[in-house]
């Protein structure tokens, strides 16, 4: 009686210790796939005409771009220069074409790749 309740026990341990290996493998490869996806995805880089003119701005500086989003040539003003929580170099800016005065943000990928980032708005 005691052996076939140890038998039992081992048994039950075993398949707990199956369910749990095999729900970490799955969220790993969900995760996984999440960033895979995350990582391949189109990001709208700048023209690389800018890349330098960015890469030497500091805060209160005046940029002239010969290309851009928001128009070609157009002056921006970097309102900030700041490394972001996922470690890359951002410029917020503000742009100021003839009548439209909006912000916008650029960011450094890895391959110091300048593209366009979401502006938050406070």
């Known amino acids: 009686m005691l052996n076939a309740r140890i ?4 048994l039950l341990l075993l398949a707990s210790a199956a369910i749990l290996s095999s729900a ?11 960033l895979a996806a995350d990582s ?5 880089l700048l023209p690389v005409s800018s890349f330098d003119s960015l890469a030497m701005a500091n805060s209160g500086d005046l940029v ?4 851009s989003p ?7 003003r ?5 490394v972001s929580a996922s470690n ?6 503000q742009v100021a074409p003839d009548q439209l005065n909006q912000s916008a943000l650029v960011c450094q990928n890895e391959a110091r ?8 708005a406070f």
């Open 78 to 82: 970097v309102k900030d220069r700041y």
């Open 113 to 120: 790749q300048w593209y366009q980032g979401r502006a938050l």
């Open 7 to 10: 038998n039992f026990l081992h």
């Open 64 to 67: 002239q771009l010969v290309e």
């Open 24 to 34: 970490c493998v799955s969220t790993n490869q969900h995760n996984q796939s999440i």
């Open 88 to 93: 890359r170099l951002c410029l917020a800016l």
């Open 40 to 44: 391949i995805m189109p990001v709208p």
């Open 70 to 76: 928001w128009g070609s040539p157009i002056q921006v």
